[in-house]
């Protein structure tokens, strides 16, 4: 199975903030890379495919990006509604397999 | 639009079998595959398998060794799962999340989720 290992784990940041996500998997998985956001108690929501697409809907202070087996996630500018954990997902094989999530929360 | 309805919340004794299902509408369902997949209290997301509406085809994840079952019904647009002979360690919610194979692949829409608790 393809391992995914996100960092850090946690992190507290303030409205305006740039934040970023690094997602590594254990092997090769080209662009089968995405990211989603999730709140308590709601199922995650996509906010990135391919490694660096946005979905539609998402706003643009998220960017994704890709170096090899490292994917980085940006959020621009943080905003109030951006506090969630967010995690990584690699499409590339089944099992799929997820990152271990990043809580961003306010400092 | 698009909008994947799961079924409400179960509780099970050990050993017991649970079945959920999902329904799914604003889309033809037999364009994409279905996936299952699990979140246990403070754990990062699982993926159990998936089924291919179309056909019926599934694959699931070793880590269940045989104890999972996708099926389908076309008729009503539903997908089911069925895990049996479930432990305390099955505790979790559970979500059906349709996956799009196009540039790239991802799951762009879930259920609301469905808690499943295991309990003596």
């Known amino acids: 199975d393809i391992q995914m290992t996100q960092s850090p784990s946690s992190l507290s940041a303030s409205v305006g903030d740039r934040v970023t996500i690094t997602c590594r998997a254990s092997q090769n998985i080209g662009s089968y890379l995405n990211w989603y956001q999730q709140k308590p108690g709601t199922a995650p929501v996509l906010l990135i495919y391919?490694?660096?697409t946005l979905q539609s809907g998402v706003p643009s202070r998220f960017s994704g990006s890709a170096s090899g087996t490292e994917f980085t996630l940006t959020i621009s500018s943080l905003q109030p509604e951006d506090f969630a954990t967010y995690s990584c997902q690699q499409s590339y094989s089944t099992p799929r397999t997820f990152g271990q999530g990043t809580k961003v929360d306010i400092k | 639009q698009v909008q994947l309805v799961q079924s409400g919340t179960e509780v099970k004794k050990p050993g017991a079998s649970v079945k959920v299902s999902c329904k799914s509408s604003?889309?033809?369902?037999?364009?994409?595959?279905m996936h299952w997949l699990r979140q246990a209290p403070g754990q990062r997301l699982e993926w159990m398998g998936w089924?291919?509406?179309?056909?019926?085809?599934?694959k699931d994840s070793q880590k269940f060794q045989d104890r999972v079952t996708m099926t389908r019904d076309t008729s009503a647009s539903t997908a089911y799962m069925e895990l049996s002979s479930l432990r305390s360690e099955d505790t979790a919610v559970y979500y059906c999340?349709?996956?799009?194979?196009?540039?790239?692949?991802?799951?762009?829409?879930w259920g609301q989720g469905t808690l499943v608790t295991v309990s003596s």
């Open positions: 604003g889309y033809t369902f037999t364009t994409y595959t």
């Open positions: 391919a490694a660096s």
């Open positions: 089924i291919n509406p179309g056909n019926g085809n599934t």
């Open positions: 999340a349709r996956e799009v194979d196009r540039v790239g692949r991802y799951f762009d829409f």
